[in-house]
């Protein structure tokens, strides 16, 4: 907080959020704390936010704080005030939700290229314009990295990313996609995204970042095919996937129409079920039997057809 700035207390209806954000406001964990620990303490860190034609406000930090309130039925907030052009908004917004404990990959790769757009526009404002002349003579990449503490090497890679059509972009925040292979998968073209994405929902597997690699110099050189990806991502199953499909024809005839396909899934599974015990008794069962013949009574020397012989009479 600035030593000239002040606090005051606003609507919450004139607090508008800010056009464009990458960071997505939920109904997860992390938000059912924020709203236990306003209910009990009250919001302990003003909003930022900038005046805006209309009375209202626009929110630079505290989206989530301002919903959480809302929820608990706040009609007025705790914010700082703080006259800002449309760049240095962005890049303060930017900044600042950065430094939330925990963001979805997709959030951070676009707000890293929302601020690289805006620092990156030539003729308009240096580099200097945000962060003064300490990083003066910087790449973009580099300086960007240094302020999240990440190499410049990551910082490209979240800018890859957002590049992703958005079925890449789910599996990427949900773990089923590996940060490093989506930066190199981001540099295929759409189809091609979108064909790998069927592949990976047929296979149910991601591919590492030596086989990114290898799509991407597949893609180079020629058309990437389903064949090409199928074959690639087949590798990361010990078997191969086989799949047996019957046409609903085939199958509802041996059923009554009234029951569904769950319950007609169950019986076809039970069905096998007891086929496998069926033959585990039968194993169990010829087991036994030679068990029981060669446990019989061994003979005695010389003893032949059934009959003793005449010395052990």
């Given at each position: 907080?600035?030593?000239?700035?002040?606090?005051?207390?606003?609507?919450?209806?004139?607090?508008?959020?800010?056009?464009?954000?990458?960071?997505?406001?939920?109904?997860?964990?992390p938000m059912?704390?924020l709203?236990?620990?306003?209910?009990?303490?009250?919001?302990?860190t003003?909003?930022?936010?900038?005046?805006?034609?209309e009375?209202c406000?626009?929110?630079?930090?505290?989206?989530?704080?301002?919903y959480a309130?809302?929820?608990?039925?706040?009609r007025?907030?705790?914010?700082?005030?703080?006259?800002?052009?449309?760049?240095?908004?962005?890049?303060?917004?930017?900044?600042?939700?950065?430094?939330r404990e925990?963001?979805?990959v997709?959030?951070?790769?676009?707000?890293?290229?929302?601020?690289?757009?805006?620092?990156?526009?030539?003729?308009?404002?240096?580099?200097?314009?945000?962060?003064?002349e300490?990083?003066?003579?910087?790449k973009t990449?580099?300086f960007?990295?240094?302020?999240?503490?990440?190499?410049?090497k990551?910082?490209?890679?979240?800018?890859?990313?957002?590049?992703?059509?958005?079925?890449?972009?789910?599996?990427?925040?949900?773990?089923?996609l590996?940060?490093?292979?989506?930066?190199?998968?981001?540099?295929?073209?759409?189809?091609?995204?979108?064909?790998?994405?069927?592949?990976?929902e047929?296979?149910?597997?991601?591919?590492?970042?030596?086989?990114?690699?290898?799509?991407?110099?597949?893609s180079?050189?020629?058309?990437?095919?389903?064949?090409?990806?199928?074959k690639?991502?087949?590798?990361?199953n010990?078997?191969?996937?086989?799949?047996?499909?019957?046409?609903?024809s085939?199958?509802?005839?041996?059923?009554?129409p009234?029951?569904?396909?769950q319950?007609?899934?169950?019986?076809?599974?039970?069905?096998?079920?007891?086929?496998?015990s069926?033959?585990t008794?039968?194993?169990?069962?010829?087991?036994?039997?030679?068990?029981?013949?060669s446990?019989?009574?061994?003979?005695?020397?010389?003893?032949?057809?059934?009959?003793?012989?005449?010395?052990?009479?």
């Amino acid at each position: 907080m600035q030593q000239d700035e002040m606090i005051i207390e606003i609507a919450i209806e004139r607090l508008k959020s800010f056009p464009g954000s990458p960071f997505k406001v939920a109904d997860d964990e992390p938000m059912s704390r924020l709203t236990d620990s306003i209910r009990t303490f009250g919001i302990l860190t003003p909003l930022i936010v900038r005046p805006i034609p209309e009375g209202c406000y626009q929110i630079i930090s505290g989206h989530r704080r301002k919903y959480a309130a809302g929820k608990l039925g706040y009609r007025k907030l705790p914010v700082i005030i703080r006259v800002m052009k449309d760049d240095q908004a962005l890049v303060a917004m930017v900044d600042s939700n950065l430094q939330r404990e925990k963001i979805r990959v997709s959030e951070k790769a676009f707000a890293y290229r929302m601020k690289y757009d805006v620092i990156k526009r030539e003729g308009k404002h240096p580099k200097d314009y945000f962060y003064g002349e300490k990083y003066r003579g910087m790449k973009t990449i580099e300086f960007m990295g240094k302020e999240q503490k990440d190499s410049p090497k990551q910082v490209q890679r979240m800018l890859n990313v957002t590049r992703l059509i958005p079925e890449l972009l789910k599996k990427l925040d949900e773990g089923r996609l590996g940060f490093t292979p989506a930066a190199e998968l981001a540099l295929l073209c759409k189809a091609e995204q979108y064909l790998l994405n069927d592949a990976m929902e047929y296979t149910q597997t991601a591919p590492t970042l030596s086989q990114a690699i290898r799509i991407r110099h597949i893609s180079a050189r020629e058309d990437l095919t389903m064949e090409h990806l199928e074959k690639i991502l087949n590798e990361n199953n010990k078997k191969v996937l086989k799949r047996v499909v019957f046409a609903d024809s085939t199958i509802y005839r041996y059923f009554p129409p009234e029951e569904s396909p769950q319950e007609i899934k169950e019986k076809i599974l039970q069905m096998l079920k007891d086929r496998d015990s069926q033959k585990t008794s039968r194993a169990e069962g010829q087991k036994a039997g030679r068990a029981e013949g060669s446990g019989s009574v061994r003979k005695k020397p010389g003893q032949a057809n059934g009959k003793e012989d005449a010395a052990y009479v």
